[in-house]
């Protein structure tokens, strides 16, 4: 596959595993679970290890070393993960996200707000 084309799909592949990552965490319950918890680290550390992205994979695996998966709320969870990924952005030379605006970006009127409402995996959204 050409440098291109590879770059591409990598780039693509990574803004869907994001979204998908981000969402993740915004529904993830306000008051988890031992079982929640558990489930979402697991979670986690398997993505890292099975992400299609050999060269991602590897320095995702580092910095859940670094970063242990938060996962006593949802609002931890997902500000970890925004740090997280903008450990990444800053590796990859893109721009620092204020993740203060977690919220209005991945705004899916699914009742997620992690700085107020209610919704989430038990929560009616
Ligand atoms: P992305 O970083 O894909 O972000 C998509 C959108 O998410 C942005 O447009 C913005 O709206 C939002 N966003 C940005 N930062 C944050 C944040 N901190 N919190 C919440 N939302 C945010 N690519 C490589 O070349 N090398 C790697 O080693 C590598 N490792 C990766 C590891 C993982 C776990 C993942 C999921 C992807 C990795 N990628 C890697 C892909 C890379 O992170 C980008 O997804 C890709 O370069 C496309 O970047 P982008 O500029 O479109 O925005």
Redesign the pocket.
């Known amino acids: 596959m050409p440098k291109l084309v590879n770059?591409t799909a990598?780039?693509e592949?990574?803004?869907a595993?994001?979204?998908v990552?981000?969402l993740m965490t915004l529904r993830y319950p306000e008051n988890p679970t031992q079982s929640d918890r558990t489930a979402l680290k697991t979670y986690f550390h398997l993505?890292?290890r099975l992400?299609p992205?050999g060269?991602?994979?590897a320095?995702?695996q580092a910095l859940l070393k670094q970063y242990p998966p938060q996962t006593s709320s949802r609002k931890s969870a997902s500000l970890w993960?925004?740090?997280v990924?903008?450990q990444?952005?800053e590796?990859?030379g893109?721009p620092?996200?204020d993740?203060l605006t977690?919220d209005a970006?991945?705004d899916s009127g699914l009742q997620n707000k992690i700085l107020g409402g209610k919704g989430g995996l038990r929560g009616g959204a």
Do not use: I
């Open positions: 770059e990598k780039a592949l990574g803004r595993a994001w979204r990552l981000h993505f890292s992400y992205c060269e991602c994979a320095e995702f993960l925004c740090h990924h903008n990444v952005n590796r990859l893109k620092e996200f993740c977690l970006t991945y």
